[in-house]
Each structure stands twice: as structure tokens, then as C-alpha cells.
């Protein structure tokens, strides 16, 4: 059962360097969501998206841009890193379902920008 | 919008005693709330969720929280501490009419021998 699954699970990025990282699930789930974890700010909504085609952004969307062209795949693409980007990434995933809403974690993608 | 408040960033307790971790939501409509736990490096694990069914939810490794309607709040609660609960758990958020999920800010327990 791989579940959702998040490469790379470390990263080293130069400032004003590019990359995306990977969020892959197999569950079927119509909603998918991006998170970054900060000390003492627990995890803040990056974007999301209902399906395939649609995205919307969360609590810190800026320099994050995300797609969704299938409704396995997810990747956060940073166009331009900054040392404020430096942060531990999860991607979730879940049904949209009134009774069970509960959504499902990556393993986390640790990010330095230096 | 829904959100969520745990009080207590440091929650430290003895291996045996009572684990209390608390939780407070805001929400204008009827919120589905849940506990989560990460150990160090690792993803976020589900302990229990609420959705109405029943105000006393019980989770996994013995853990329960309680939905009080009247005090806006979703407690976490362990009769006895063992040293394999030392994580940080984090209480979220989400509404029916909004997949959003929103977490608190998180409360790390230790448990000491």
C-alpha cells in the first residue's frame, strides 16, 4: 500500500534556483493539498485541488505554484527559491466525503535554501 | 474561516500520569475536527477523528477526545502515559462545506521515565 508518496525526501537549493517537488497518490482521492510545516506554526495550507484541472490557493501561496493534470499527481513547483521557502513540505490527500474526511500524509520533503 | 487553537506549545508528563492535550476550534458551522501525530521525521498519523457521530471519540494507542459544543473544544486525553507516546500532535479542522483542513499549531509531549 504506497499511499501518498513524496520525492525528494531532502533538498538543498541555492537562492533563485527552481524545483518541484514530487506528491503521487493511489487512492483514487479527489482532493490533494500541499502543506509546509514551520516550528511552532504547525502546518499552513500551501494550494489544493478538488480534481483534476482545478487548484485554488490556501493560507501561503506565494512563490508556490501548483497544477493538477491528473487526478493522481500533485507537484509544488518553486520558480524561484528564497531562504523563507526553507521549511518541512507535506502533501496530503483525501476523499471528499461529508462522513470521512480525514486526509492522508506524505512522508515530507525536508527543503534548505541557502 | 474554521481554525483551531491548542493551548500548551510543551506538554511534559511522567511515564503512568494523565496526558492531557487541549484543543480549541472556531468554527460557524458544524466543524469535523481530528487528532494527529507525528514522530520525529516522520509524516503525519491520524489518532482519531470527530464527525458527529458520537461526542467521545476513541482513537488508536489509547488515546480519546471529547467534542464539547458549549466549551468550542475537542480535548485529547490518555489515562496513562507510556514513553512511546513522546511525539507532536497536532488538532485540525475541517467543515462540510470546506475541504480545507486547518491545523493548530502543535503541542509536543514528553514523557519522562
Known amino acids: 500500500n504506497a499511499g501518498v508518496t513524496q520525492t525528494p525526501k531532502f533538498q538543498v537549493l541555492k537562492t533563485g534556483q527552481s524545483m518541484t517537488l514530487q506528491c503521487a497518490q493511489d487512492?483514487?482521492?479527489?482532493?490533494m493539498s500541499w502543506y509546509r510545516q514551520d516550528p511552532g506554526m504547525g502546518l499552513r495550507l500551501i494550494h489544493y485541488s478538488v480534481g483534476a484541472g482545478i487548484t485554488d490557493q490556501g493560507e501561503v501561496p506565494n512563490g508556490y505554484n501548483v497544477s493538477r493534470s491528473t487526478t493522481e499527481d500533485f507537484p509544488l513547483r518553486l520558480l524561484s527559491a528564497a531562504p523563507s521557502q526553507t521549511s518541512v513540505y507535506f502533501c496530503?490527500?483525501?476523499?471528499?466525503?461529508?462522513?470521512?474526511?480525514?486526509?492522508?500524509f506524505g512522508q515530507g520533503t525536508r527543503l534548505t535554501v541557502v | 474561516a474554521q481554525s483551531v487553537t491548542q493551548l500548551g506549545s510543551h506538554v511534559s508528563v511522567s511515564e503512568g500520569a494523565l496526558v492531557l492535550l487541549r484543543c480549541n476550534y472556531s468554527?460557524?458551522?458544524?466543524?469535523?475536527l481530528f487528532w494527529y501525530v507525528q514522530y520525529p521525521n516522520q509524516g503525519l498519523q491520524l489518532l482519531l477523528k470527530?464527525?458527529?457521530?458520537?461526542?467521545l471519540v476513541k482513537g488508536i494507542n489509547g488515546f480519546e477526545a471529547e467534542f464539547k459544543k458549549s466549551e468550542t473544544s475537542f480535548h485529547l486525553t490518555k489515562p496513562s502515559a507510556h514513553m512511546s507516546d513522546a511525539a507532536e500532535y497536532f488538532c485540525?479542522?475541517?467543515?462540510?462545506?470546506?475541504?480545507?483542513?486547518?491545523f493548530g499549531a502543535g503541542t509536543r509531549l514528553t514523557v519522562k521515565p
Open positions: 487512492m483514487n482521492h479527489e482532493y
Open positions: 468554527s460557524s458551522v458544524p466543524p469535523y
Open positions: 496530503a490527500s483525501s476523499k471528499i466525503d461529508r462522513l470521512n474526511t480525514e486526509a492522508f
Open positions: 485540525a479542522v475541517r467543515t462540510y462545506n470546506n475541504n480545507d483542513m486547518r
Open positions: 470527530y464527525t458527529s457521530a458520537a461526542t
